[in-house]
């Protein structure tokens, strides 16, 4: 089982980069392909980026070039890189591991992008 908690959101104005952390906890950090994903209320939560256990990276096209996910399997860690951020990046932030056996979820962070 994996414990995941997620830091580094915050207020920030658009233009601006942050950098989040996804600290994993428990055995195996290395096995899981790790995720991002968020959410806003009243929608679904959207996949964001993923990189496998081999550091192949995926994703989604509105994101694709402003956010870089990385993993340092030393550290037990997954970052989401976030630059040129805009108003509409907004949302609650979340990390996910997952591994052919189920998934696990953090509790998110909240990034808020605002002038």
């Known amino acids: 089982q994996v414990q995941l908690v997620e830091s580094g959101g915050g207020l920030v104005q658009p233009g601006d980069s942050l950098r989040l952390s996804c600290a994993a906890s428990?055995?195996?950090?290395?096995?899981?392909?790790m995720g991002w994903y968020r959410q806003t209320p009243g929608k679904q939560r959207e996949f964001l980026a993923i990189i496998s256990r081999s550091d192949s990276t995926n994703y989604v096209e509105s994101v694709k070039g402003r956010f870089t996910i990385s993993r340092d399997n030393a550290k037990n860690t997954v970052y989401l890189q976030m630059n040129s951020l805009k108003p509409e990046d907004t949302a609650l932030y979340y990390c996910n591991a997952r591994s052919p056996s189920g998934q696990y979820w953090g509790r998110g962070t909240q990034v808020t992008v605002s002038s």
């Open positions: 428990g055995s195996g950090f290395s096995r899981y392909a």
